[in-house]
């Protein structure tokens, strides 16, 4: 998520029924069990939202590899805290 986020920084994030498009979320990859990302909210399609990288281009995997990904069970960020790097 850089960078928006830098490594280390921490979140805060809470459980929310609804997605909106530029906030941020944190989700299990959906191919990968308890693997965690943080991504940001391209567009909502019903139950269903499209995560991208703020960074694209460093390789980032998102919705354009594993498609979108539910709501439920996501987490809006709601704070973040900087390393102090």
């Known amino acids: ?7 280390g920084d921490g979140v805060v994030a809470i459980r929310s029924r609804r997605a909106r498009r530029g906030e941020i979320r944190v989700f299990e990859h959906p191919e990968r069990p308890d693997f965690w990302l943080i991504k940001r909210v ?5 139950d269903r ?9 460093a390789g980032a995997v998102d919705s354009r590899v594993f498609g979108d ?4 069970g996501s987490y809006r960020v709601v704070w973040t805290v900087s390393a102090g790097r």
């Not at 939202?49 to 281009?57: H, K, L, R, Y």
């Not at 990904?69 to 439920?72: C, E, F, H, S, T």
């Open 1 to 7: 998520m850089e960078p928006t986020l830098s490594p």
């Open 69 to 72: 990904v539910p709501i439920a």
């Open 49 to 57: 939202f499209e995560a991208v990288s703020d960074n694209p281009g």
């Open 42 to 46: 391209d567009h909502v399609r019903g």
